[in-house]
């Protein structure tokens, strides 16, 4: 998906369409803004589709955080709604939990076969599983994962 190659695209659609096209602006804005804390911030700046989903994700939970106050403090919503639903575009839809229990499986699968027999059983190579998922399959739980490698090797 790669949002970031496409955002000044974006964000220059956004501002010729003026008044109607302010939330979709200020969400773009805030994303760019993001990206660019993550590229100068100390890690290892590569913005990839893995690295983007979980901005977006982040961005996402604080918009609902941010909505949740407003309709407590019985405060007007439909601004931030619109954003939040603007924003949830950019996300990729979540698979079922029987599709990342498939994927998780055979990625699982895989790896433990590589290894030797006796190292087959141990929680040592979770972490290791994890990355190899995470890197592919960004939008898998994590949960999910540990689950499924404790019922693969019987624990």
């Not at 790669?2 to 369409?17: H, P, Q, R, S």
């Not at 979980?54 to 919503?77: C, D, P, S, Y």
Request: glycine letters at 4%.
């Amino acid at each position: 998906m790669i949002l970031k190659d496409n955002l000044d695209t974006y964000i220059a659609t956004a501002m010729t369409e003026g008044e109607k096209s302010k939330y979709k602006l200020k969400v773009l804005r805030l994303i760019k803004a993001e990206y660019q804390k993550f590229l100068t911030s100390g890690k290892d700046k590569v913005l990839d589709e893995a690295t983007e989903i979980k901005i977006l994700k982040k961005l996402q939970k604080q918009w609902k955080e941010e909505l949740e106050a407003f309709i407590n403090a019985g405060r007007e919503t439909f601004d931030l709604t619109l954003e939040l639903k603007y924003l949830e575009t950019f996300i990729p839809k979540e698979m079922s939990e029987e599709e990342q229990k498939n994927i998780a499986q055979s990625i699982i699968d895989k790896y433990l076969m590589s290894l030797p027999v006796d190292e087959r059983k141990t929680m040592k190579h979770l972490g290791a599983i994890m990355k190899i998922i995470n890197t592919d399959n960004p939008m898998i739980n994590g949960k999910l994962v540990s689950e499924v490698y404790r019922k693969t090797i019987g624990l």
